[in-house]
């Protein structure tokens, strides 16, 4: 009887037994990876450029580099209390000429992590996001938080816990209003106000000690963003009515620790 012999073919394995497979896509895996990165690379060298000529045409000073301190010093902000490993960079200073008034200013991008997820699972995740801060020239500024309402805002309110409610419903129910003084943000937020804050859709705006934050905590800009807020920041500053601003300056006049009247 004839003898049949079986052919099998041998396929050569990797050191962990991963075969052919393992030979072809992990090497691909690791070009993938590496060209991923050297992309990167170069979009954040693209945008470093970028925002280092904006600052050049507006006069202000650009260090690319980390400034671990920010954090620390803008710590009243909620934005720079996230995560762990946080820092600024693509950093922009100098200072906004508003109303015959100088308004010393920072912008930039900041970076912190979070771990997320358990178990085997557990990884860290990088967030990034850009912001725009300003020194208001005034002593004594009530804190003022005005964002766009949220989900959790509106259950908030179902339980009592409701922000500041305007004559304008629109403008109630658009924006999320909070401050110690309710009527220093009634003043500051005029009819004037409203409609331009209701036509401009601006990222938060956060008053805390004295300074103005700009951010959505989420998201970088493009440099042309920030230009249209240095901008938005001009109309909104312009927009702020001369009694409050005397009131302003005349309390900045007086000794430290006064309250707002």
């Excluded at 003898?3 to 090497?27: R, S």
Aim: net charge neutral.
């Amino acid at each position: 009887m004839p003898h049949t012999q079986a052919h099998i073919l041998a396929i050569p394995l990797t050191p962990d037994g991963g075969g052919l497979f393992g030979v072809i896509i992990i090497p691909i895996v690791i070009v993938a990876v590496i060209a991923a990165a050297y992309y990167g690379h170069l979009q954040r060298e693209k945008r470093r450029q970028a925002l280092f000529a904006m600052a050049q045409r507006l006069g202000l000073s650009f260090h690319p580099g980390y400034d671990t301190s920010h954090d620390e010093v803008y710590a009243h902000f909620e934005i720079f209390r996230r995560g762990f490993d946080r820092r600024a960079y693509n950093t922009m200073s100098g200072a906004l000429p508003v109303l015959g008034r100088t308004f010393p200013c920072k912008l930039g991008d900041f970076t912190y992590k979070t771990r997320e997820g358990s178990g085997k699972n557990r990884r860290t995740v990088t967030h990034r996001f850009s912001y725009l801060i300003c020194h208001l020239p005034f002593h004594g500024v009530p804190n003022v938080l005005i964002r766009r309402e949220g989900m959790f805002d509106k259950l908030a309110g179902v339980f009592g816990m409701d922000d500041i409610d305007f004559e304008s419903a629109e403008f109630s129910r658009a924006f999320h209003v909070k401050s110690p003084d309710k009527k220093f943000a009634y003043d500051l937020c005029h009819q004037r106000m409203i409609e331009f804050l209701l036509r401009s859709n601006p990222p938060a705006i956060d008053m805390e000690h004295g300074r103005i934050c700009l951010s959505d905590g989420n998201s970088q800009w493009h440099p042309a963003q920030f230009e249209n807020l240095i901008t938005w920041l001009h109309e909104y500053l312009e927009l702020w009515p001369d009694f409050l601003l005397k009131q302003l300056d005349r309390e900045s006049q007086q000794p430290a620790g006064r309250g707002w009247a």
